[in-house]
């Protein structure tokens, strides 16, 4: 048995493994090397952050200095001077939807260089399976770190939702939250994972072979002592919880008016807020650094659009470039498309519903037309099927102008050869477009293909009867050979001109 399945595995053949090593190799180089040199501030991660995220200050400070500290941490460690008792600073990130937070931590982990997994909290709590597929989000480190145990371990693992693995979201369902908060619990601090799961066979089949090819025993476990863990929610009850506390604890007092909830008060959030929520005490106690993300107003949107390095209207730009179509947008277009991004209350998610809205029918109608720049202003934002129209109306119409002036060449050139004119008749005119069209060419190629025979049977006529100018009609066109041939017999039995104005 052990032999087929080893003649099995060896059947896969392994064409190029030098290639895919080599790239391998260099990733997970890079990875240590950066992390070697780690020597940024907290001031430094910030100004990178600033590049690409809008507003945020107070996250985008908190999480540098959070983050600054661990992986001044971890390059003592990655040398052999780690301190033994290290409290890890894992980071809660609170606000809502679209604001930026994932978009936070992406930037992170490319700032510093250093492999990074991110998944929904719910996934955990809805398949009900809690165990394992925590710890998967550790080997999918490993995955990430191309294989290399040790840059794994100092990765980041960054959970969305964990606002659903509140008791509250759960009441009355039999999959409980709290499962997968004591399953974090362990991760968060300090546990060892193995790196192949039990259900993963082909896992277990590698390293069975692994072991049989004589390969060192490989390492059987990741642990997370050095792993950033940062969980993000939008937590929308909070506010009130907050507020209904600070109420509480000024004994009537109102301090911020007595209705509505503003929206910063989020952030005056402490532990036993989370845990009203419905978070243990010992999960939301692993979480010390806690940050707080703001919603974006319409002028954050507009810089999101215009000053972010990710912005999406780069996105659409280089699409649009692919077809050699350079695409603007004036100021006032973008203040408008992040007015109508408001409405749809999904943060800087929406700029990019509304830039779908206002471009999708340019971008399928205008790649491979004569249309070289698209700017988009106001007007197109609120109307972009209208623009669309006028456009593709004018590009009819300078297609119309250029055929006019390929056929112009056409008759010039004729005239230039062989000093007779053709003249079309305007029917003639839209019937040599129309055959064009319909072969896919050029009406000037067109009419040199159709005309060959012209220029030697138009000066045998002009010879016999001193006629210069010939006039064609939409019929004439269709028949081509036979109107030349009509014509050259007339020309035998008149001396004067039969044909002319
Ligand atoms: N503050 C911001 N500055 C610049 N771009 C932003 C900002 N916030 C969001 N974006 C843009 O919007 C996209 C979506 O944001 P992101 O994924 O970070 O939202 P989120 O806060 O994680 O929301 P959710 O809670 O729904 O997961 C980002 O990829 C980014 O392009
Ligand atoms: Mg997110």
Known sequence: ???????????????????????????????????????????????????????????????????????????????????????????????????????????????????????????????????????????????QAEGDIEIAQYGIIYLDEVDKL????????????????????????ETDVPIKAAHDVL?????????????????????????????????????????????????????????????????????????????????????????????LGKEDLFHVLRDSEGSILKQYKSSFAAYGIELKFTEEALHLIAEKAI???????????????????????LPGSCVRELEIDSFTVLDPEKRLGEILQKIEENKKNKENEQIEQFLLEFYKANEIRIHFHPDAIEALKQEAHEKGISVIDLCKEKFKNYSLGLKLIKKNNGTNDFILTKEDIQYLEETLNRWIATSYKSESPSQGQ
């Open 1 to 143: 048995m052990q032999k087929r399945l080893q003649d099995f595995v060896k059947s896969f053949g392994n064409p190029s493994p030098q290639v895919s090593e080599t790239a391998k190799e260099d990733q997970k180089e890079r990875f240590k090397e950066k992390i070697l040199q780690f020597q940024f501030t907290p001031k430094d991660i910030k100004a990178y952050l600033d590049r690409f995220v809008i507003k945020q200050e107070e996250a985008k400070k908190v999480l540098s200095v959070a983050v600054c500290d661990h992986y001044n941490q971890v390059k003592e460690a990655l040398m052999g001077r780690g301190p033994t008792h290290y409290v890890k600073q894992n980071v809660l990130l609170v606000g809502p939807s679209g604001v930026g937070k994932t978009y936070l931590i992406r930037c992170l982990a490319d700032c510093i260089g250093v492999p990074m997994v991110k998944a929904d909290a719910t996934k955990f709590s809805e398949t009900g399976y809690v165990g394992a597929d925590v710890e998967d989000l550790v080997r999918e480190l490993i995955q």
């Open 166 to 189: 509140a008791s509250s979201h759960f009441m009355g369902r039999d999959v409980s939250g709290r499962g997968v908060q004591s399953n974090l619990l362990k991760l968060l601090e």
């Open 203 to 295: 896992g277990q089949m590698q390293s069975l072979f692994d072991f049989q090819r004589g390969s060192k025993a490989p390492r059987k476990t990741i642990n997370t002592r050095y792993i950033l863990f940062i969980l993000s929610g939008a937590f929308e009850k909070l506010s009130e919880i907050v507020q209904r506390r600070i109420r509480r604890s000024h004994l009537g007092f109102q301090p911020h008016g007595p209705e509505g909830v503003p929206s910063d008060i989020i952030a005056e959030a402490q532990t036993v807020d989370f845990v009203e929520y419905g978070l243990e005490p010992e999960f939301i106690g692993r979480l010390p650094v806690r940050v707080f993300c703001q919603p």
């Open 343 to 365: 409405e749809e209350k999904t943060g800087a998610r929406g700029l990019m519903t509304i830039c779908e809205k206002v471009l999708r029918p340019f971008r399928f109608e």
